[in-house]
């Protein structure tokens, strides 16, 4: 009789001898796209983390279905506009969620997409909250962080069959997920290469006199032994 264990090991053995079939893609894949056991897609892309800050202390302080409704109007918001800015959206996280740009414009249309969540909070969402809850500012103040970096990853899936999700392996998904994480200056957190990569329109508040740059150096950030160059911006656009 072949015990869990077992099964384990061999599925385990699998995975790990089996060669990858990767191929280079031009889109975004979804998951049925991608091979379980061995397939993986390469992508030339930028990826963009939105994360809600300080929702576990709101679920502590509030009641359960108030919590709720604030993530959930976070989470909504921000999906809305990553999908009007033409990102690929592949992952919930509780409070967080992740898009994948492609193409030529990538840069600009996920710094767009996160300048229009700095908007959504500081100007919809939070303002909306306390008029809908005026002592919540008692208890809780709307903060959160957007990450954005780019370059290649490997997309692959990962789970068992029937219950399973992509992958997004690289320096990309990693930087632009610790980038959401600093809070510690301003809302918005890009690295170089998006900067240096990304249209004026969304460098300036006015592209055709180069007028109020919207950005500042925040200096480096460190992610697997690599630091990276980083600029921040408190800056919103309206979609």
Known sequence: MTVFSDDLTKRASDLL?????????????????????????????????ADLAGSSDLAQKLKREVAAKVIRSYISAASSILLRYEGAIRSFDGDRVMAIFIGGSKNTNAVRAGLAINWAVQQMLWPNIRKQWP?????????????????????????????????????????????????????????????????????????????????????????????????????????
């Open 17 to 49: 001898s089996a060669a990858w079939n990767i191929r280079d893609g031009q889109v975004v894949p979804e998951t049925e796209d991608v091979t379980l056991k061995n397939g993986g897609v390469k992508v030339e892309a930028t990826y963009l983390y």
């Open 135 to 239: 002592t919540i500012t008692d208890y809780y103040t709307m903060n959160h962080g957007v990450g954005v970096a780019t370059g290649e990853a490997l997309i692959v899936r990962g789970g068992v069959r029937d219950n399973n999700d992509l992958i997004s392996v690289g320096s990309a998904p990693n930087l632009a997920a610790k980038l959401s994480e600093l809070r510690t200056v301003k809302e918005l957190y890009i690295d170089s290469t998006v900067y240096h990569g990304m249209h004026d329109r969304v460098k300036y508040k006015d592209e055709a006199t180069r007028d109020t740059h919207m950005w500042s150096n925040y200096g480096t950030v460190a992610v697997g032994g690599t630091s990276y160059t980083v600029y921040y911006s408190s800056y919103y656009w309206q979609p």
